[in-house]
């Protein structure tokens, strides 16, 4: 009987002790597993992170990949009002900003008090022009200094282009059209001039004892006194008007929609504006004259061949009869 009782108590004591220990087992592995649970779970939330991180600089380099890629939108073009043009319409879709302009002469920017102005440098301390921004926020700073960047890459190539085509047309002593230039315009005038049956004045400018001048001052006076009367001719026509130097001394003028009387009043305003000044060259103080000769379409020629010799006999005519006055082709 004691046996059974003993065999009994150590039957119930390994039971015990194997149920604890297969207990604490499963405690443990639960444990383990709780653990690899929370690892997992940190893993995983690490994973998100980087996910979203490489979003997020996935998203920033194509913010910034698309603001580079500006720069071929703004090259489109070599003027630079289209250029700005270009530049403002892709600004407000890649930042939020009230208004922007580009400004030319410093003068202006009293208008816009309050924007933020920003001077557009190009070589050295030569300013461009300016923008004038309203209404930034700071987190779009980066981008809007980005998105700059490329416009003056841009508005440099227009101005560029700009003072290559104008070396190109102009006379370099005087600043005016050259006579090729001059000779296209007038052409091209010419052909609008018929096209809407509207009348046109040629006038051929002769500057009187010029040869004196160089003689007695020399070429540096005599080169003087040019750009000078060129500038007076130049102040003394309207915008819609062209100059030109024609060879030497002689300046030559197209008057558009301009007839026979409108053409008397515009060359004697140019000889009467270059009489009344005096010219400062140096240490001297000149005065000079200039003898005209006028042409009109469709009164004189049909033609230019024909316009500018009708002109060159009348400004023939002017010098043979005293100078500093103005003469007309006859009908």
Known sequence: MLNIIYL????????????????????????????????LNRLRDFKQGLSTEQEILDKKFEDILA????????????DEEKVFSIFNKNLKRYISIGDCRYIKSSADLIKYEGYLILPLKLEGDKIAGYLAVDRIIEEDKVKFGILVQQFMIALRRALLYQKVQGLTITDMLTGIYCRRYFLERFNEELKRSKKNKLALTFLMIDIDNFKHFNDRYGHLVGDAILRQVSRTVREAVRQ?????????????????????????????????????????????????????GVST??????????LIEMADQALYLAKETGKNKVCFSPA
Do not use: H
């Not at 119930?12 to 444990?31: G, I």
């Not at 603001?67 to 070599?78: M, R």
């Not at 009387?261 to 000149?286: M, P, S, W």
């Open 240 to 292: 819609i008007d062209f100059i030109g130097r024609y060879g030497g001394e002689e300046i030559s003028v197209v008057l558009a929609e301009t007839g026979k009387e409108q053409a008397n009043f515009a060359a004697e305003r140019i000889r009467q504006a270059i009489a009344g000044q005096v010219i400062k060259v140096y240490d001297e103080q000149l005065k000079v004259t200039v003898s005209i």
């Open 297 to 306: 379409f469709p009164d004189n020629s049909s033609n230019m061949k024909g």
């Open 8 to 39: 009994t108590a150590i039957s119930v004591f390994w039971f015990l002790f194997l149920r604890e220990t297969y207990s604490c087992r499963v405690r443990r592995q639960e444990a383990d597993c709780l653990g690899l649970e929370k690892e």
């Open 67 to 78: 603001l580079y890629e500006l720069t071929k939108d703004v090259c489109l073009s070599l």
